[in-house]
């Protein structure tokens, strides 16, 4: 009797220790599917996020070019009215472009709707440490400097700094025909020496200033080449 006993109790501890182990290879092979489901999904946030910063990066780049012409036109234009003071056999075909362009101001767009959507996520999304730190070094940096150096910083605000000032050597001398639409300009400009070396110290401040900020330019654009060229890798992956 007690070996029968025995024997079936046996019997059902062999019964319940298989059914256990099939439930704890159940248990084990959901948690793993479950961690591989939100591994999935981790890696198609950070794919479809790198896309967008990617796709922001593209605009930025445009922006980038088009200041950096503008700032090359200023400079180009301070060369134009310093040759205007002695050269009076200067063409005046861009006269125009370059009286618009001597005190152009411009500002500074970064399309970061798809960083803060990262960082509202949690910048570990991005698992390369090395692309996650070129992200923010240039989001929180470079794009906010840039964005001062053009919007805040004094010395670069140049139509509020020399517009009048120089338009003070300059008005007199334009021509003007009946509609009062500029036609051409006085060549030499006829300016006081006191007043044509504060102009030309004008010139020297404003070209300066905008080679200054297009060598920075020049380097936030090559920062943003090479951290569209890691997000390339990255989602090639």
């Known amino acids: 009797m007690k070996k029968k006993v025995k024997k079936i109790i046996l019997n059902n501890w062999g ?76 063409s005046q075909d861009s006269l125009k472009i370059y009286y618009n362009a001597i005190t152009r101001d411009f500002i500074s767009i970064q399309n970061t709707a798809a960083y803060e959507t990262l960082k509202s996520r949690g910048l570990e999304l991005i698992k390369n440490d090395s692309l996650r730190f070129k992200i923010i070094t240039l989001y929180e940096f470079d794009y906010q400097i840039l964005r001062k150096l053009e919007e805040e910083y004094s010395e670069m605000q140049f139509h509020e700094n020399y517009f009048k000032e120089i338009n003070k050597s300059l008005a007199p001398n334009f021509n003007f025909n009946d509609e009062y639409i500029i036609t051409g300009i006085k060549l030499p400009l006829k300016i006081s020496n006191r007043n044509k070396k504060i102009f030309l110290l004008y010139l020297v401040k404003i070209q300066g200033n905008r080679s200054y900020i297009m060598s920075y330019y020049n380097q936030i654009e090559k920062k943003v080449f090479e951290v569209k060229e890691e997000i390339k890798k990255e989602i090639k992956r």
């Open 15 to 90: 019964k319940f220790g298989f059914e256990f182990f099939l439930i704890f290879i159940a248990v084990i092979a959901a948690f793993s599917l479950n961690n591989w489901n939100e591994n999935r999904k981790s890696d198609n946030s950070e794919n479809k996020i790198l896309i967008e910063i990617f796709n922001g990066l593209e605009k930025d780049l445009e922006d980038i070019k088009q200041n950096k012409l503008g700032h090359k036109y200023g400079i180009s234009a301070c060369n134009y009215f310093r040759k205007a003071l002695y050269d009076k056999s200067l």
